[in-house]
């Protein structure tokens, strides 16, 4: 049953469907690394055909690794939201018909940051463990081979990187930056859906939840596109401010406003193709 809503309606995220989240998250991820693998490899096989046998290698390693990847970053992602929902204040999304004309900003950038530091701390756990014994066996090869420079430089790199400073630098930075990204392409966001560029899903109800049919890819692209253009320009400035030179500012600008349009394309389009195959995603909305 396809939802009616005949004016602005308020509603609130309470939580995503896990498995459905993961499902449809991973298809559309393997979908374009495949696509992804197929240009690489053709470009290998056209620049350089002598290594035309590597791309036999490239596409299923692309593929897997995406799929493994996957699977779990959707899966995480999602039972975080679930789990931070019933902590925090949730994220409210409004409709006027079936265009998304607003996100809440506090709550979005809230959570969404919260959810990255917490994946940070994950990695940095297992980072923890791993990578000394890595980079120990690395140091150890490097001196027999005489490269007692480089064993030295990777030595240099694990002492900084076990610094509490380094440590308390990526955990908060994490967070503060993911906040203040997120922040602001939350508010960029209103803003061009206020101007008439809001992004449009079909939705319909399925028993308790709300499936999301389709994504309308042209809007969907043009406000990646301006939101992460926008980002790119403010950290252009940054880059700038340290002493980059203007065509660093310009190509993250061009950078960023290209590849949001086509990520954004690309990943509406293998959703509309994807969802009616494999299963639409469902995520629990309240009225407000």
């Keep these: 049953m396809v939802l009616g809503v005949i004016m602005t309606s308020v509603k609130e995220l309470k939580s995503i469907d896990l498995n459905s989240f993961t499902i449809i998250g991973t298809g559309i991820t393997v979908l374009i690394s495949a696509l992804i693998s197929i240009l690489i490899a053709i470009g290998i096989v056209i620049t350089s055909p002598g290594n035309a046998s590597i791309s036999i290698y490239i596409i299923p390693t692309i593929i897997v690794g995406s799929f493994i990847c996957g699977i779990y970053q959707y899966f995480s992602n999602g039972l975080f939201y ?10 409210n999304v409004a409709f006027d018909n079936e265009s998304l004309v607003k996100i809440s900003t506090t709550e979005t950038a809230t959570i969404i940051a919260t959810i990255t530091l917490i994946q940070v701390l994950l990695t940095y756990l297992v980072s923890v463990l791993i990578l000394p014994l890595v980079i120990n066996a690395t140091i150890q090869t490097l001196m027999l081979g005489g490269q007692q420079l480089m064993a030295y430089s990777l030595y240099q790199f694990l002492l900084v990187l076990s610094q509490p400073i380094t440590i308390i630098t990526l955990i908060f ?6 906040f203040v990204f997120v922040l602001i392409g939350a508010y960029i966001y209103n803003l061009i859906a206020s101007k008439g560029r809001a992004i449009t899903l079909k939705l319909s109800k ?6 999301i ?17 926008v ?3 403010i950290f252009g400035i940054i880059m700038v ?28 389009a293998a959703y509309n193709i994807l969802a009616p195959k494999i299963g639409k995603l469902k995520i629990e909305l309240i009225d407000l």
């Design 82 to 91: 679930n789990f931070l929902s019933k902590k925090f204040r949730n994220i």
């Design 173 to 178: 930075g994490s967070f503060i930056i993911t």
């Design 206 to 211: 399925e028993n308790e939840m709300t499936a």
């Design 213 to 229: 049919d389709s994504i309308e890819i042209l809007n969907f692209a043009i406000a990646s596109a301006i939101i992460l253009g």
């Design 231 to 233: 980002l790119s320009l």
């Design 241 to 268: 401010i340290s002493g980059a030179n203007m065509m660093t500012l310009i190509t993250d600008v061009c950078g960023g406003v290209v590849y949001g349009f086509i990520a954004a394309a690309l990943t509406a």
